[in-house]
Structures are given as C-alpha cells and as structure tokens.
C-alpha cells in the first residue's frame, strides 16, 4: 500500500469552485452539467497531450503514469468540490468521513487511456446518509464524464476479512493507494492489512496467483506465440509481469521490481530487462487504446500495421515493418517468460517447495535429490533435472546441450534454476560449441528422440539456448507471418510440427492419419531424415530469397555438422526444397488431369521419396494451427499419394484416350446389368469423353441413376446431397439446364448461404444439360444436420436458377470480414499456364477473399467465352487461391497473348475497390 503521488496537472478544487460562485443556486442540474463539461474537456484536452508525448517519444509506461496522476487529480477534486460544495457535511459525526482508496491495476500507479479505474470508498465504520450521498454524486460525476469507474464501499474491518478470504480482494488491496479524505483511516488499513492478511500467508498467496495465472493462460491460448495476442492477458503479456510484481511485493515486501537484486534475485541486468519488458508492452497497450479510442488490448491484424507504423518499425528484405514488430513483441514476451521462471527459482529455493511445471510454486514438502547415473554435473531435485554446482556449464560447454539430452533421456523437467542459469550462460555458446561433435550428436539425439522432441526442443528455445546453437534458428525465432493462415511464430510452427510426427509415430492420430499410420516403419526407420527435415524445413523464412531454396542450401550446410551422411542431406535438404509442393499439387491441380500426376512424379522420383515428402505435408499443415487440417485436404494428398505410387510402381498407361473411355463405358455397363438395352444406351450417350476419363466409377454410377431418375419424374433441375463425414465435406450434384453462367449461379447462392466451396467438377451433357459436382465444406458434426444444411444451400440453388432471389443482394448481406482491405495488403495475381495440362489452360488466380467472390470470377469467365472443366478453391486466411481448368468454347487452349492479357485484365478488375460490372467488348 502506498501513499498518493502528486499530480502534475493544472486542474484543481479552485476550478470548479469559480464554477459553483457563477452558477445561481437553486439550479443543481445546472451546475452539475458545467462541472461535467468542464471535466471531459480536461479529460480529452490531457489525453490529447498523453498522445502527443507517446507518439513523440513512446514512452507507454510513463504515458500510463501521467494519466493515472490526471485521474488521481480529477478524483480528489471532484471529491473536494463535492463536499465542499454540494453535500458540506457541516458538524461530521466520526462515522461521517471518507478516504477514497485507488485499488487494482489504478491503485499500482499506471492507467491505460480507456482502462477501468477501481475505486475504494474507506469507511470508518457504517454508511451514513451523507456518505451516500456523496459517493453517488461522485460515481455519477465520475461516470457521465465517460470515465468507466468500479467501486467498492468497505469499512477496515470488512476490507480486512475479505483480504483473508478473497484471493482477489487480497491482491486488490495490496496495490491500494491513498487518494484523498482521511489518511488516517488508510493508514489503519495498510497496518491492518500487512499484520493479518500479509504475514504468514505468502506460500498460499503465491500459489493461487499462479493457479489463477495457468486458469488464466488456458483461457487467453497456452503459447506466448499466438499471432494475435492480447497484451494484457496472453502469455508474456503485462498480466504476467504484474504478477510477478504481486508475488515479490507480497513475499519480499519490496516496492518496486528493481529492489530484487537487493535480493538476489534478479541480476541488474535481469532487472533492466524487466523494465524495458514492460516499457514495451504499455507502450504498445497505450497505442492501442489510443488508436482504438477504447480498452483494446488485443493486437489483432487490423491494428498491428498501424502500432508499427507508430513505433517506428521499417520494412526490411523478406521482412515487413509489422513482423520486423510483431517480432521484437514476442521476443519480449519470451523475456518476461525467462524472469517468471528466475523468480519463481528464488522462490522456491527460498522455501524448498516442489513445482509441477517450469512456472509453479506447489504446497511445501522436503526437498528430495538424487543422483544422474554417470553424471557428477547433474542432479535431480524434486523429479526435475538441476546442476550441480553453478560452474559446470563454464567448465564443459557441452553441457549446455547434455542438460537437454538427459532431460529428454530421463523425461525430467528441468528446474527453473537450471533454466535460469541457461539463460545466464548464453556467452557461452560459441563456434567451437557450435561445431564440437559431441555437442552436435546429442542434439541430433534430442532431435529424433522417441520420446517427447518437441517439449525438450521448446525449453532450449525458450532459455534462448537453440537460437544460439542453431543461429539460422535463432533469426526465426519469434518471427511472425502477417496473414490470418499462420497462428503461430515460424519457430513454435516448426516445434509443432515435430510434435505432430511425434505423435503419429506412436499411433495417436491413426484414425485422422490412416495412410501416414501405415508408414510406421519407414518413420522410424527414416527418423534421421524426416525430424530434421521439419525442424528446417521454415528456417530460411524472412530473407529475401523464397523460404524452401534458401532453406536447402542451410540444410546442406547443417546436417553435415550434425553428422548426417551425404544420403541423409541429400534427402533432407529434397524435402526442404519441396516441402509445398505436395499441398499445392494436391489442393490447386487437377488430380484427375493425367499430366498433374506425370508431373509431380517427375518431382518425387522414387516411392520412398514419396512417402516422406506425403508425412512431412501432413505435420507441416497440422503445425499451421486449429482447425487448419481437416479430412478434404487429408482426401486431396491420399488421392495423389495413391496416383502418383501407381505411377512410379507401374508407369504411364500406354492405353489410347478412346480405349480408356471406351473401358469406363463398358465398366459402368458391367455394372447395370439390370438396365434395359435402350436406357443404357442414352446413358453412355449421355457425356463427353474427358467425363469418362475424370469421374470416378462409383461416382458414374451415382450419376447414372440420379440423371435416370430425374428423367422419369420430368424434373429439369434436380440436386443430390451426399454429406461425405471422413472427408469433411458435403457434395452437391446438380442437374440443370446448361447456359453459360450456371457455375456463376451455383457459385453465388452458396456463398450467399454460407457454404464455402472447396472443389468443383463442371460436365455439359450431349442433351445439353449441365452435370456439376460442387463440394463445400462441412459444417455440422451429425450427418442429419450436415444433410439438412446442404438441402437449404440446394433449396437456395433453386430459388437463384428460378430467379425467385437476387443474388448480388443476397451476398452483400453476408459478413464481410473484418477490415481486411485495411489490415492485408495482397495485391491480386491472375496466372495462365498452358504447360500444367495437355488440355485445359490453368488460370491461377490469387487475391484478397471476400463473400461472393468465387461467383463473380466465375461470372467473368463465362462471359469471356471460356468453359470450366474443373475449379480448385483454397483459402489460406484472408488469401485466396483459385485455379480453372478451362478452354475456348471450341474445346481449345488459350494461346493467344492478346486474349491471356484481356483475360487477366478482366479477373484482376474483380478485385478492384469498386465493383462494376464491365459489359464493354474486349
């Protein structure tokens, strides 16, 4: 508890009193609303300068201060006008005084531009009328001057039971500061409170501040590294820092963080790092509310350019000016993870208590140790690995890796001391550590361990110790993308990736991975290979040259050092090069177009190849974040997986196109075999031969009987809704008239249902009808409820075909995202490949996504002459990638120049700030 601090503002009781002398009495309204006024104008007239300071100088800790001695100002003012003024208490009875007590996150000193202020009305003993009074008047005041106010009455004996009761009210009181009114009455308070709440109860305070801090960090997302934090609440953020500030207050009766190194518990420098840790972290809390004009503490994409732009940060080579800041704010949430665990070190060495975790502080038991077989440098502590001494890593090195290792040998967690004196020794870790062959073994070991890599790789990352052996590491480290497809910094990325292989090794995901759990053996027989790839396959990331060939070339230079053979490299450094391309092939290609398959064989070679390359896709979509795998992708990888391995296995087939449609004719025929000659004849009639060649069996014969009974019940539109629940989509199949904006229709009226379209297959039948194959993801768990969603999105199909609904209307009545046009700057790509099909034209188109979108680049290419054979949709966040397979309405490629630049002139016009439709001859 701590005593006021004088404002250093120019508004005082004398301003309010020269209100009060102008204003005729009788007229109370009158009065209050001048002083109102009077109020909000220094309010925004001090804001304004707060602003004007931290733009010019970002300095967010003492632009947090300054603001909290206005509001301290304003408070005691308002509280002197008051009784002064409105409710004089004339000849006071002793229960009719009042000290008003700033508590909480106000009562510590600093205030965020458009924080809550909690407020304490000290009461000697009971309310009186008076008291009421004027605590009403002021929380009113208060509130219409648009200050959010929360506020507590309690008279010492009360504060004093709920202190010892409520872990809450406790921590509340231990920041009260005094304001104004009755010192005496504070004082009391503060005495009280350190004498019968205070002594003796400081393990249990530690330990429920630090449940609350894990309830907490399980709410906000475990990982400090979430690309859009809060920076209040996440992991590292000032929640954390303030909590340690409680812990020390509360067991080191220190005032400021600053008096642990009397302690020893922080070094100076530590304590520096402190202060500049949260000097960065109001100055980004203070921007934010600033630009906001309200208590947003959360840095979403919308706001992170513009904190950039205030503080300075630049672009630079493979690095935007928001990740060169979305880096610097991680790698001080990491700093402030580094003094939880010191702290929590000094803690419990103090008090020999037993941790769970690297940051907990459990009831207090006798210390146990015990011995590291072979090892005189090591020893455990409480089941977590320690040192023995504090020389042993100045000594050897190598240690510095050996601690991991042992660690990761005899899955123990490693005590916050010896986290601590990781951090310390980081001098330590040089070119001769660097290239020591031991050293290098034994993280090769930790690397490929059987047991937990991950969780062994995440605390080197975390004691900065991984970074420094690995510096290509260590310059991704805490490295942000800025799109909504990444959730986490591109280190945490590669560490989960790792963790997912982990995983499937030892049979978790078997029933969401099936294909990869049936590559057991070659995981471990490759482990060597595949574990490695992961932990390097992003570590070029932020250079100017493209990620996966500058990653190769950091490959070949570290796994020799690692003591990989050349066969190992070889492999390693492949799959560094081609990480991507089995995703892109498999969501952005045809898999049905026979060229697609040659290609990506002519990129893998072998099957063994293969399979490595289909296991390292798998982790690194599963390391993107939730919900960014799920079973249409899993679909798309098998279908190649099994293509391709029948192409490498058996080679191309040397069967004549007419053969093999001939061979798909008599197969669905074989399959009919109670179909008259004449139904069955129209039926085969019924396509074209690339249907023939694109459409799986079981699927001609689903369309078979489908297209027959809508035959017989005279239907000219019909569609066929299968939910697909291995898959995670929905199919739709729709029989309708053929016009040349029919996908445009279809297209439109699931966007303007809310379904989002992930593939399409487009057919034209010989009577002239159109036969599409939509997919669109799934929504619902239960195929009933999947079932009846598909059935609205068909119903709202029919409704647009029968021009019952306007679908522009429809669409813009979709929610748009958030403010991406502002956050994102994607300029959009139009790309036409003639060499990725013997048939088809491939346009590529990327851009910014929006509701409707796929409707209208549809629309444009219809109108542009060009029929659709096939449509690959993927959204990665706010980017969408596009592919058609298409060709002139004379079943031709698209060669000519001037056309492929009318076409791109056209698509790329969909992406335009405004939406014209262009009905101009090209």
């Given amino acids: 508890m701590t005593a006021a601090t004088k404002p250093d503002t120019m508004f005082d009781a004398a301003v309010l009193a020269q209100l009060a002398c102008k204003i005729p009495a009788g007229k109370p309204a009158q009065l209050r609303a001048a002083v109102t006024a009077r109020v909000k104008e220094q309010i925004r007239q001090e804001r304004k300068h707060c602003e004007a300071l931290l733009l010019a100088e970002n300095k967010g800790r003492s632009c947090a201060q300054r603001l909290c001695r206005m509001t301290d100002a304003i408070i005691s003012t308002l509280y002197e006008f008051v009784t002064g003024h409105i409710y004089p208490p004339g000849n006071p009875s002793q229960a009719e005084h009042i000290t008003l007590v700033a ?9 965020a531009p458009y924080s809550d202020i909690d407020l304490m009305f000290l009461l000697p003993w009971k309310r009186t009328p008076w008291c009421e009074q004027v605590m009403e008047y002021m929380l009113y005041l208060l509130w219409d001057c648009g200050l959010k106010v929360g506020h507590s009455t309690r008279n010492v004996s009360e504060a004093i039971r709920m202190g010892q009761q409520d872990i809450t009210v406790r921590t509340a009181l231990l920041e009260a500061r005094y304001l104004t009114g009755g010192k005496a009455l504070f004082d009391d308070l503060a005495s009280r409170f350190a004498t019968e709440v205070v002594a003796g109860s400081a393990p249990e305070f530690i330990r429920a501040k630090l449940a609350e801090r894990d309830a907490r960090l399980k709410k906000a997302g475990e990982t400090r590294y979430l690309v859009e934090p809060d920076v209040k609440e996440s992991k590292g953020g000032l929640r954390d820092l303030q909590t340690l500030v409680w812990i020390a207050r509360y067991h080191y009766r220190i005032t400021a963080p600053d008096q642990l190194v009397q302690h020893g518990v922080l070094s100076r420098q530590e304590a520096h790092l402190f202060q500049k840790a949260a000097d960065f972290l109001w100055t980004v809390r203070c921007h934010l509310h600033f630009v906001t004009a309200r208590a947003q503490d959360k840095l979403s994409f919308d706001l992170q350019r513009e904190i950039a732009h205030r503080l300075g940060y630049t672009d630079h080579p493979g690095l935007e000016d928001v990740e060169r800041f979305m880096k610097h704010y991680f790698l001080t949430a990491r700093q402030v993870g580094n003094l939880t665990r010191i702290i929590c070190a000094a803690l419990e060495d103090r008090q020999a208590k037993t941790v769970s975790g690297l940051d907990r502080t459990a009831p207090p038991r006798t210390r146990e140790t015990g011995k590291i077989p072979d090892s005189a440098d090591f020893i455990v502590e409480n089941h977590r690995l320690t040192l023995s001494n504090d020389q042993i890593f100045t000594r050897d090195p190598v240690n510095l890796i050996r601690i991991f290792h042992l660690a990761d040998t005899y899955r123990l967690a490693l005590h916050p001391h010896a986290m601590q004196q990781l951090s310390r020794s980081l001098r330590l870790v040089n070119t001769a550590l660097r290239e020591n062959k031991i050293a290098n073994a034994l993280f090769v070991d930790i690397v490929t361990s059987p047991r937990n890599p991950a969780l062994v790789l995440r605390r080197m990352n975390e004691s900065g110790i991984l970074g420094k052996f690995i510096p290509d590491f260590g310059k991704i480290v805490a490295m942000t993308q800025f799109n909504m497809y990444h959730h986490y910094t591109v280190d945490e990325h590669l560490l989960r990736c790792i963790d997912h292989l982990s995983r499937i090794e030892k049979g978790q995901t078997d029933k969401e991975h099936p294909l990869a759990h049936s590559l057991l053996d070659l995981i471990h027989r490759k482990r060597r290979i595949l574990y490695p790839a992961l932990f390097l396959h992003d570590i070029a990331k932020g250079r100017a040259e493209h990620h996966a060939p500058a990653g190769e070339k950091i ?15 070889d492999t390693i450094a492949w799959l560094v090069r081609e990480h991507l391309t089995m995703n892109m092939v498999a969501q952005s290609r045809d898999l049905n177009d026979h060229k697609t398959i040659a290609d990506f064989a002519g990129v893998v070679q072998t099957v063994e190849r293969l399979q490595l390359l289909l296991v390292l896709t798998i982790c690194d979509i599963k390391g993107v974040g939730p919900d960014v795998w799920n079973g249409w992708k899993g679909q798309l990888l098998r279908t190649l997986y099994h293509k391709t391995r029948h192409m490498l296995t058996n080679g191309a087939s040397d069967m004549p196109r007419a053969a093999r449609v001939n061979a798909a004719k008599a197969a669905l025929a074989a399959r009919l075999p109670d179909w008259d000659r004449k139904t069955l004849e129209h039926c085969l009639a019924l396509h074209y031969s690339p249907y023939w060649l694109a459409v799986a069996p079981q699927n001609q014969l689903r369309h078979a009987r489908f297209i027959l009974e809508a035959d017989r019940q005279g239907k000219a539109l019909s ?35 809310g379904a989002n379209i992930v593939d399409a297959q487009i057919f034209t039948t010989t009577d002239g009808r159109g036969l599409d194959r939509i997919l669109i993801s799934r929504a619902f768990a239960h195929d009933a409820d999947e079932e009846r969603r598909a059935r609205n999105v068909g119903r709202m199909i029919e409704n647009a075909l029968s021009g019952k609904i306007r679908l522009p209307d429809m669409i813009a009545a979709q929610p748009a995202r958030k403010d ?38 549809t629309r444009v290419i219809a109108d542009m002459a060009l029929d659709i054979a096939s449509a690959h949709i993927n959204t990665f966040g706010e980017k969408v990638i596009d592919t058609f397979y298409v060709t002139d309405l004379v079943g031709h490629k698209i060669t000519d120049l001037q056309r492929q630049r009318t076409i791109k002139r056209r698509l790329l016009a969909v992406f335009a700030p405004v939406q014209k439709e262009n009905h101009e001859p090209d």
Avoid: M, Q, W
């Fill in 103 to 111: 508590v909480g996150g106000y009562g510590h000193g600093t205030l």
């Fill in 555 to 569: 490959a070949r230079k570290l796994c020799p050092r690692f003591g990989l053979d050349r066969e190992e490299t």
């Fill in 719 to 753: 569609i066929l809704v299968r939910p697909l629940a291995f898959e995670a989509v929905t199919e739709l199949t729709i029989l309708a008239p053929d016009h040349p904006r029919l996908l445009s229709i279809i297209t439109g009226s699931c966007a303007s249902a």
């Fill in 820 to 857: 991406l046009r502002h956050a994102f700057d994607r300029p959009p790509r139009v790309d036409i490949n003639n060499n990725f099909s013997n048939k088809f034209s491939v346009l590529e188109i990327k851009g910014l996504d929006r509701p409707g979108l796929l409707s209208e680049l």
